[in-house]
């Protein structure tokens, strides 16, 4: 039986009863929450449309449908018992297109990496920034109107620091190497989605989850309403709320380049200086499309955010994407983000491939190669 269906199969009975009652006592704790809420909701509802911070899709003008795609990335490593096996993986794919739009993809574009790797501990640090590295660059030789990217545009800035702090000590790995060989191309590729220069091309991120509140704090909700919640609430169909700077951290952006080959240091620290530039000027909005979605946090670069036209034309696509309710996010983000958390489940079959072609020209005891690469444990990320 699948294990969806028979979870608690592996549990011991006691355990489970124990976990079960303890679930009425979370249940009656969010049916306050939930009731708190409800109660508020209208004088929220007033207070935020007597702000002005609230304003209709409509109020923006109607721009022709954009052309889209969105990109996503993950990584996977099989922790294998004489080495470990990884994989990262970036896809991009082509959104819904009108009928009368030629495509410009007929298929997704993706780009792969994969090795057997010694055993280290940073080796999940520099693979995943090695995959939001070429996720990025997708991302930017993308020829849509709009592209979308599955997170936050802050997120890089932690991988690619963790990464260039760790790389150089880990040059063992091939993803270490690969990495350090291509970051001023994945540094380059952060800068122009962050700056978004070109009005023919919006870069937007799409954060399931995020800690910031920057409605909240302006309106003065108590820290346990979270902004995306409480919008999704609040918000009408087709109404967004004003662009706003992102709550800045408590310690200001920064990458760490000096670590870098001389040949590629210099340059890296111009476009890094550059990326902190753009990110001091990124801006978050909150759009629910439809009645059936929740509230869409959206974070774009300045140029998006005082753009009307910019902006209208982000909206347009993101209402166009959202077209059942069967998916509660834009279609071509759904999509990607499918297609790359299916890494992490194919990597054994992969580890399987590598076994049997190993075995075929082994000449020693087959036993010795199964034994090698038996799979202890796997870990993926997106």
Not at 116 to 121: C, I, K, N, S
Request: hydrophobic share 40%; with cysteine; charged share 25%.
């Amino acid at each position: 039986m699948a294990q969806d269906q028979a979870p608690f199969g592996d549990l011991p009975a006691v355990l489970v009863e124990a976990v079960l009652g303890q679930c009425e006592g979370v249940a009656e704790e969010l049916l306050a929450d939930f009731s708190k809420m409800r109660q508020d909701r209208e004088t929220l509802r007033e207070r935020l449309a007597q702000s002005g911070v609230v304003v209709s899709e409509s109020a923006l003008g109607y721009p022709p449908l954009p052309t889209t795609c969105g990109a996503d990335g993950s990584y996977a490593i099989e922790r294998l018992l004489t080495t470990d096996l990884v994989a990262a993986a970036a896809v991009a794919v082509e959104g819904l297109t009108p009928p009368s739009e030629k495509r410009h993809w007929e298929r997704p574009h993706h780009r792969t990496f994969m090795a057997a790797e010694p055993h280290l501990d940073d080796t999940a640090t520099v693979l995943r920034a090695l995959m939001l590295g070429e996720e990025l660059c997708l991302a930017t030789a993308a020829p849509h109107d709009l592209v979308m990217l599955d997170g936050t545009l802050t997120l890089p800035v932690i991988y690619f620091n963790q990464a260039l702090n760790k790389a150089p000590d880990t040059r063992d790995l091939l993803c270490s190497r690969d990495f350090i060989e291509n970051c001023l191309d994945y540094l380059t590729a952060y800068r122009a989605i962050l700056h978004g220069e070109r009005s023919d091309r919006q870069y937007i991120a799409l954060p399931k989850y995020s800690t910031r509140r920057e409605i909240g704090l302006e309106a003065g909700w108590p820290p346990s309403y979270d902004d995306r919640g409480m919008l999704t609430l609040l918000l009408k169909p087709g109404e967004l709320t004003l662009p706003r700077p992102l709550q800045p951290p408590e310690q200001d952006w920064h990458l760490n380049t000096d670590r870098l080959p001389g040949s590629v240091k210099e340059r890296a620290g111009e476009v890094a200086a550059e990326i902190v530039e753009g990110l001091r000027r990124i801006h978050v909005f909150y759009y629910k499309p439809h009645d059936w979605l929740p509230a869409l946090r959206v974070e774009v670069g300045q140029g998006v955010a005082v753009n009307t036209h910019r902006l209208a034309t982000v909206v347009q696509g993101l209402k166009h994407q959202c077209a059942t309710s069967s998916m509660l996010e834009p279609y071509p983000i759904y999509l990607a983000d499918r297609m790359v958390k299916a890494l992490a489940q194919a990597l054994p079959a992969f580890r399987q491939v590598t076994t049997q072609r190993i075995s075929e020209k082994y000449r020693g005891d087959i036993g010795e190669i199964y034994l090698a690469l038996h799979g202890y444990r796997s870990d993926s990320g997106s």
